[in-house]
């Protein structure tokens, strides 16, 4: 849904609520269960997934934001999860059975690449790691018992894209499962699943809370991929979502693509100023003309945040000098909310991958001259 006079009015509008008298805000349904006056009709309830029985399964507070990001991301159902890896490791558990076989971008999230990459190991559960920019290493990567494809795009730290029409097509003539995380664009600037992708994860912490005070993740996509890792990893994993949460999180979605216009306007003010700088070599953000897949971001997303990385000379005690001397942006791993972070980060990236260090920025909401002037303060502290 990236039309952004949709966006608007889809995160901003219910409809009018009989249930709960009027109420524009879905109440906190604080509850463990729920009860019911006969065996026979907590028999009936037990039996339909979609009714609430136990709030591990389903919760009234959870299921509202589930329905409003299922509409973001044009997916048939949604399901929240206590955090991003809960919702990526239940989207990839339910993809793959011992014996078989992953395909995954080598610039995923960390913690995921853990997962495939190490922790997946012990239940024979085997995993390649591509350049996903290359879409013939993609497809040379594939096995017979290759039954998944999982996708960042765009990478969080050097922002590199995979084509996502291409390799939907790609897997689905093979019978291969696509998930793609979609945290940094989030439904307002890709939505993935209109490109062929089957399923969905977000960080909900980042951009859809929005204020640095919720954890959560979501998966989006058909309703039958979605009811069956309902059945399966939620329930038996546990990792479900508070009510109180959701309701967080639902406060968050309600400004996003106000906050995306403002996080997309200082991203790209910040990034053409390290851009313009001579001791910069490199500015990693998707949206800026110097980026490499410049038109593939164009072609397949409608707007960019504020994270963005750069790269100036390979001495790591300089670049520490520089994080530490900046006063708006604040040291963190994180982001998505309000307040601006900088944190120094190492990475493998290029052709051939080699080890090299960026300093990671995200762009919050304060002014965009407060955080250049603070940046261009911090250069001349550190001695660039």
């Known amino acids: 849904m990236n039309d952004p006079r949709a966006l608007h009015s889809s995160v901003a509008h219910d409809g009018h609520d009989d249930r709960h008298y009027g109420a524009v805000h879905t109440p906190i349904y604080d509850t463990s269960l729920f009860t019911f006056p006969s065996v026979a009709s907590m028999e009936r309830a037990a039996a339909d997934e979609g009714t609430y029985v136990y709030s591990r399964g389903n919760n009234p507070t959870v299921r509202a934001l589930e329905n409003k990001l299922a509409e973001l991301e044009g997916g048939e159902r949604a399901r929240c999860f206590a955090t991003g890896m809960g919702a990526i490791s239940a989207a990839v558990l339910s993809s793959v059975r011992a014996g078989e076989h992953i ?177 910069v070599d490199r500015v990693h953000y998707p949206g800026l003309s110097s980026h490499p897949q410049l038109e593939l971001a164009h072609a397949q997303m409608s707007g960019f945040g504020g994270l963005l990385s750069f790269e100036a000379g390979d001495d790591r005690e300089r670049l520490v000098r520089f994080v530490d001397a900046l006063d708006y942006f604040r040291i963190g791993f994180s982001w998505g909310g309000y307040e601006s972070l900088a944190s120094l980060q190492e990475g493998r990236a290029g052709s051939p991958r080699t080890r090299r260090q960026a300093v990671r920025l995200y762009v919050g909401l304060e002014e965009r001259e407060d955080l250049i002037g603070d940046l261009a303060n911090a250069f001349r502290a550190a001695g660039f």
């Open 103 to 279: 395909v995954c971008v080598d610039q995923a999230y960390g913690p995921a690449r853990e997962l495939m990459g190490g922790y997946l190991r012990r239940l024979e559960i085997w995993t390649t790691f591509v350049d996903g920019r290359d879409l013939a290493a993609v497809e040379a990567a594939i096995r017979p018992e290759t039954k998944l494809l999982y996708l960042e795009s765009p990478t969080s730290l050097f922002f590199e894209l995979q084509d996502l029409r291409r390799c939907a097509s790609l897997a689905r003539a093979r019978g291969i499962r696509t998930i793609v995380d979609n945290t940094y664009a989030t439904p307002c600037h890709q939505n993935p699943l209109a490109f062929g992708i089957d399923l969905v994860v977000h960080s909900l912490t980042k951009y859809a809370g929005g204020h640095s005070d919720a954890m959560g993740g979501v998966v989006v996509g058909s309703a039958a991929a979605v009811e069956a890792l309902s059945r399966s990893e939620l329930v038996l994993l546990g990792s479900v979502m508070l009510p109180q949460t959701a309701a967080l999180i639902m406060r968050g979605l309600r400004t996003l693509p106000l906050r995306m216009e403002r996080h997309q306007a200082g991203g790209m003010a910040v990034a053409a100023y390290l851009d313009s700088l001579p001791f």
